[in-house]
Each structure stands twice: as structure tokens, then as C-alpha cells.
């Protein structure tokens, strides 16, 4: 069974520590609510108060409520990605693809002529 198959289960776990507070692993009555509950444990969505049964709300469990968990982890995803790929990213990828390297030469001329238009124009007024 994969996770995305437990999707109901895991937002039904997290509406409930949100609400109350506090759950118990006694409420993992079949296998998805079982696995639903061991991937909050690993994600730290839930954590132990200190007893071995039960939980309290841990990180983002608030975010999961007000937007559920597939949308949670489609955006989780595309935040990774994101920041791997401004990662690869780097200050001579970023010079090449604003300015081509190969072309400087003509950038300094037109800066030249420029110049040197707005010089004589203000002369003459």
C-alpha cells in the first residue's frame, strides 16, 4: 500500500490531534489507518507527549489541516525543487543567460555612443 492510497486517513488523523489535542495510536484500527499513522510519526507532523500511546500536534499540522495533505505535499515538492534548482544555478549560468559573454564588446559600444549623444544633446539645449 502506498501513501497516496491513505490520503483520507491521514487528514482524518490530523483534523483530530488539531481539534482534541491529543491522540492515541490505539485509534489505528486497519492497515491504512496504521500506515497513515506511522507516516505523520516519521514527518513529525505528530509527536509523543512522553507516553508511548499517545500524540500531540507537531510541525505543519496546522498547514495540513487547513489545506489537506496532498496539497501539503505537492507544494513540499515543489519547494524542494525549487531550491534544487537554485542551487544548480550558479553566477556564470546566470551571466550567460542575461547577457551573452560573446557580445560584451558590443554592450560597451553602444554604451560609448550613448553617451556621447546624450553629451552633444545637452549642449544644444
Known amino acids: 500500500m502506498e501513501i497516496h492510497e491513505v490520503y483520507d486517513e491521514i487528514d482524518f488523523f490530523v483534523k483530530k ?3 482534541k489535542g491529543v ?5 489505528c484500527e ?3 489507518l496504521s500506515l497513515a499513522f506511522r507516516y505523520l510519526k516519521s514527518e513529525n507532523i505528530i509527536v509523543s507527549n512522553g507516553t508511548k500511546s499517545q500524540f500531540i500536534s507537531g510541525m505543519n499540522s496546522f498547514v495540513i489541516k487547513k489545506k ?4 501539503f505535499l505537492k507544494e513540499k515538492e515543489y519547494t524542494e525543487n525549487l531550491e534544487k534548482k537554485i542551487k544548480e544555478l550558479s553566477i556564470k549560468d546566470l551571466k550567460g543567460n542575461i547577457f551573452q559573454n560573446k557580445y560584451w564588446w558590443i554592450f560597451i559600444i553602444i554604451n560609448f555612443f550613448i553617451s556621447i549623444a546624450i ?3 545637452g549642449k544644444f539645449l
Open 30 to 32: 486497519n492497515e491504512k
Open 68 to 71: 489537506g495533505i496532498e496539497l
Open 119 to 121: 553629451v552633444f544633446i
Open 17 to 19: 490531534v488539531v481539534e
Open 23 to 27: 491522540i492515541s495510536n490505539t485509534m
